[in-house]
């Protein structure tokens, strides 16, 4: 049975994510099909929010796990 172990950050110290907003709106009212290209620029960023919002769950967790102790 594995020890137990206190969660410790990740070496980030910022999360940041570049929102190109114009390009955004723009696939979004799109009308037609998606090019290759427009298709491989929307995977990858939803790869990068995907990237962005598990370093925030990540923080958050520990700041939640923190505050149980409060509550004790």
Do not use: W
């Not at 298709?39 to 925030?56: A, C, P």
């Amino acid at each position: 049975m594995p020890k137990y172990q206190e969660p410790r950050l990740c070496e980030f110290t910022e999360i940041k994510l570049k929102i190109p907003r114009y390009r955004l709106i723009k696939l979004l009212f799109k009308k037609g099909f998606l090019t290759f290209d427009e298709m491989i620029f929307l995977r990858s960023f939803v790869l990068k929010t995907e990237i962005v919002e598990n370093q925030l769950l990540h923080t958050r967790s520990i700041a939640e796990k923190a505050l149980l102790k409060s509550e004790k």
